[in-house]
């Protein structure tokens, strides 16, 4: 069983790197400037972050009650929570 478990982390580990390594030829033997590849990447950075904070937000609002379950009432706020 463990085999097997090693096989899917090896898989895992050889996309990720391979992913990675052709990124980094990508970028290497791209046509433009490393400026301009510089403000790319720096655009796409920006848009992922965008992205993810999005993505955050609407998985909170999914996750959170829409309304009061009616077992909690307003005691006139002497205790903390």
Known sequence: MSTNNDNAA???IAFVSGAAL???AALLLAPTT???ARK???GLGESASDNVRRL???AKF???PKSK???YEYD???AWI
Do not use: H, N, P, Q
């Open 69 to 71: 379950a009616g077992g």
């Open 10 to 12: 090896a898989a895992v």
């Open 62 to 64: 999914k996750v959170t």
């Open 22 to 24: 052709g990124a980094v």
């Open 76 to 78: 006139g706020g002497d």
């Open 34 to 36: 490393g400026s301009e």
């Open 40 to 42: 790319r990447l720096s």
């Open 56 to 58: 955050a937000r609407e």
